[in-house]
């Protein structure tokens, strides 16, 4: 499991997330995260690749 800080869409507080990540998993992934802070949902969209994960963006999920 890694863990990363993000910072809320909504009230733009940053939080820590936890991401469960495949030894083998190269790719992308899509997750929701409600944020510690104000509650609101997070679309987190990230890649993976190495076990490198990089966060490509943080959106309210209405795209």
């Excluded at 469960?20 to 987190?44: Q, T």
Aim: charged share 25%.
């Amino acid at each position: 499991m890694t863990n990363k800080e993000i910072t809320c869409f909504f009230c733009f507080e940053q939080f820590e997330v936890s991401l469960e990540i495949g030894s083998s998993f190269i790719g992308n992934d899509i997750e929701i995260y409600d944020c510690e802070i104000c509650c609101n949902p997070n679309k987190l969209e990230y890649e993976v690749y190495d076990g490198e994960i990089i966060i490509n963006n943080v959106g309210d999920g209405n795209e």
